[in-house]
């Protein structure tokens, strides 16, 4: 029996902050210390795929511009009302952008063009950060919004560009 030690995580939306939180987290970090990780779960993953993902607040708190209006006003509200002016550090701890480092696992981003909840300019500054840091990325854009796993001609689109991405990083034929 082939038992792999590799894991892959997945997450749409404020699902793939999560996902992009476990890819770049260490464990280390000032805010775990009553946590346990070792590492284990972190040197394990090898893939983190983000669909719609925002994961990079402080790009999002610093441009306040008409198109990231709307998510300005979503993260705020998940903060008690805080915004960005008022608590920058807030928004950095939350942001997986804050925690990249080289060995990260590598990232497919799947984000739809038309994103009007999460403008794929957020996608985007992260995976610059990401490559900046020497992290392998994969960056797939769909013609469409934010529902792309809920939109099957959508998902089949990705899922096609992410077929050989999976095989690749788990050896598989």
Known sequence: MLIHKKIAVLGSSAGAHLASLVGTLSGNEPFLT???????????????????GVEDLEFVGQ?????????????????????????????????????????????????????????????QSFNTKLQASGVETHFIQIEGDHDILTNEEMNQQARNTLDPILKSTFGLN
């Open 63 to 123: 441009n306040s511009t008409e198109n990231l209006n709307l998510l300005n006003t979503i993260v705020s509200s998940q903060f008690g009302g805080v915004t960005y002016i008022e608590n920058p550090e807030l928004w950095r701890e939350a942001s997986p952008a804050t925690y990249i480092s080289a060995d990260d696992p590598n990232f497919v981003f799947v984000h739809g063009v038309n994103d009007r909840i999460v403008p794929i300019q957020v996608a």
């Open 34 to 52: 009553n946590i346990s990780l070792n590492g284990t779960v972190h040197s394990q993953v090898c893939l983190v795929i983000n669909y719609d």
